[in-house]
Nanobody
């Protein structure tokens, strides 16, 4: 069992920045690919950004490319999502996910409780 605790959400004006962090309680963090997902009211949960186990590969939703950056620190068991130039359509609950070996077709995975991001003037 892996516990994931997200932090860093809040209210920000359009054009502003937020940094989300996810701390994982596992001694084998490097075996998990990590992802940030979001779910807006009335919409399905979607992948925002993913990062491979060693951090060498990342992928982003088209809607956030050039604005969001995902990174991980395997020594500290953390993954972060730097969000810049935020837009109102980025408003959602953001979730951290740890997937064993790969985000796609993972044998098992774990989810955080979510953190709310509101972008509004």
């Amino acid at each position: 069992q892996v516990q994931l605790v997200e932090s860093g959400g809040g209210l920000v004006q359009p054009g502003g920045s937020l940094r989300l962090s996810c701390a994982a309680s596992t001694s084998i963090f490097i075996t998990y690919a990590m992802g940030w997902y979001r779910q807006a009211p009335g919409k399905q949960r979607e992948l925002v950004a993913g990062i491979s186990r060693d951090g060498g590969n990342t992928n982003y939703a088209d809607s956030v490319k050039g604005r969001f950056t995902i990174s991980r620190d395997n020594a500290k068991n953390t993954v972060t999502l730097q969000m810049d130039n935020l837009k109102p359509e980025d408003t959602a609950v953001y979730y951290c996910r740890a997937a064993f070996l790969t985000l796609v077709d993972a044998r098992f995975d774990f989810w955080g409780q979510g953190t709310q991001v509101n972008v509004s003037s």
